[in-house]
């Protein structure tokens, strides 16, 4: 491999991001994880890419649910991303915060900068990750003044205006 892993997540590393909760709901239950990997992909129909990681604990139910909230974080969000970023169970993860629900029925982040909810209808493989193409079925907006950015491994606020 002419680019190691090391190599390749120091260079990224270096690539101001949004970051976001991706939450779902539905027969296979509740589960959410942290997220940059995340992207706009055309606005006919509106739809986002999600990468979401093949092991990770969200996997089984983002995949059976079919279903995804992207609930964009604000300033003060922090705490939550490295829950849902982290070792915690799934249940006390959601205690953290306010939930309100989408039409799809994935939650939705009360105080979220923005939320997309989405059905996921289509998915590659790629890796380790699984590329989730995501339809926008309704969104959220925020007040949020500050919005987040996840740059150098640390989280930074930045004003709106
Ligand atoms: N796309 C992903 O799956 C991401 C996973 N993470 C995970 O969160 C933890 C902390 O990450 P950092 O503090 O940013 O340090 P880090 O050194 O693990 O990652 C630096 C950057 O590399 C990229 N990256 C990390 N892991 C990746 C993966 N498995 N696949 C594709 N890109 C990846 C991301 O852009 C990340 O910000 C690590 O366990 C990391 O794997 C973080 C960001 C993105
Ligand atoms: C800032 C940040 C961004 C992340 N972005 C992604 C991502 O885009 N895709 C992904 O699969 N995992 C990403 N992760 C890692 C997942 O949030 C984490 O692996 C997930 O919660 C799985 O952990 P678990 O198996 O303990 O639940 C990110 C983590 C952090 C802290």
Redesign the pocket.
């Known amino acids: 491999m002419a680019v190691s ?2 190599e ?6 270096r ?1 101001g ?1 949004a970051v976001h909760i991706v939450s779902t709901d539905g027969p296979a239950g509740r589960a959410g994880f ?4 995340v992207c706009s992909v055309t606005d006919e129909p509106p739809t986002l890419l999600v ?3 093949r092991n ?1 604990s969200a996997y089984a139910a983002v995949k059976r649910n079919a279903v995804l909230c992207v609930n964009t974080l604000a300033a003060g969000h922090q705490a939550i991303s490295d829950l849902f ?1 982290g070792k915690t169970p799934q249940d006390q993860r959601f205690e953290a915060a306010e939930w309100t629900r989408g039409a799809t029925g994935a939650p939705l982040l009360a105080d979220a900068a923005v939320s997309f909810d989405c059905r996921v209808v289509d998915c590659s493989a790629v ?3 699984d590329v989730l193409i995501c339809e926008v079925v309704g969104t959220a907006l925020g007040g949020a003044s500050h919005g987040l950015v ?1 740059f150098d ?2 989280y930074h606020e930045v004003a709106a205006a």
Request: overall charge positive; aromatic content about 8%.
């Open positions: 892993k090391t390749f997540r120091q260079a990224m590393s690539l991001a942290t997220a940059s990997a990468c979401l990681n990770a970023g890796g380790t990750h996840y491994r640390r």
